[in-house]
């Protein structure tokens, strides 16, 4: 524990001083939170509440891709990054192991995307009570709590497995990112259910989508250490 601890202080110092990173990590969160605020006080003006009930419940859905798209350029950045950087091959030689190597790289990215996305969830509620009025909080039932506390830790756990197993194998810190973008598909099918069954997302379908991301994550970051080993990387770009 101990080395994954100055293995993430060293990430996120890293991380810290790269605009890109940064971009998702910050600016991404304010865009989302303003165009939801401002798709509510634009429909204030509707007669009927149900209008803004159903924007209301859109904008819930923008935090559960919040915490897919956070840790993309994060985990592509922590490996495929290091290597054009040449910063990757003094890591690999130090005695860490491989699993420590992967889970310091893997929390690097995952609790940064879950913190961001929990206070900018606050924000939004915050900005909508001010700006909106408090009836909305009416509609934020167990589901949205379940989803936005529980379900987004395990879709930002999916999405850095998926990440680290193409940036592991990748040689372009570019073409890691756009295949590793297909890990956003899990956060998408709440609001393609809720867009083309015009419902709300019930606390059967956020219960069975978290079995599924459970199994699957646990799949994809056992494939992920596998995949893992810092020979085959070294040797692959080289």
Do not use: H
Request: include cysteine; glycine fraction near 4%; aromatic fraction near 10%.
């Amino acid at each position: 524990m101990r080395r994954i601890r100055v293995l993430l202080r060293k990430e996120w110092r890293d991380l810290s001083r790269n605009k890109m990173v940064l971009f998702g990590v910050v600016f991404l969160p304010i865009v989302f939170i303003g165009i939801s605020v401002f798709m509510l006080t634009m429909g204030q003006g509707e007669q009927d509440p149900t209008a803004q009930i159903i924007l209301f419940n859109t904008s819930l859905l923008y935090f559960m891709i919040l915490p897919v798209i956070i840790p993309l350029a994060i985990a592509v950045y922590s490996i495929v990054g290091e290597k054009e950087q040449t910063t990757l091959e003094p890591l690999l030689a130090t005695p860490i192991t491989d699993r420590e190597l992967f889970l310091g790289k893997a929390l690097a990215s995952v609790i940064p995307a879950v913190i961001v996305n929990w206070i900018s969830f606050g924000v939004f509620l915050l900005a909508t009570r001010l700006l909106v009025g408090s009836f909305l909080m009416e509609t934020l039932t167990a589901p949205w709590l379940l989803s936005i506390f529980c379900l987004a830790p395990l879709l930002a756990l999916f999405s850095v497995g998926v990440t680290m197993i193409v940036s592991s194998r990748a040689t372009d810190a570019r073409a890691a990112y756009q295949f590793s973008s297909l890990a956003i598909l899990p956060g998408l099918v709440p609001l393609i259910i809720y867009s083309s069954m015009k419902t709300l997302v019930d606390l059967r379908l956020i219960l069975i989508e978290g079995v599924i991301l459970i199994v699957v994550s646990v799949i994809v970051l056992w494939l992920a250490i596998r995949i893992f080993r810092r020979e085959q990387i070294l040797t692959r770009w080289k």
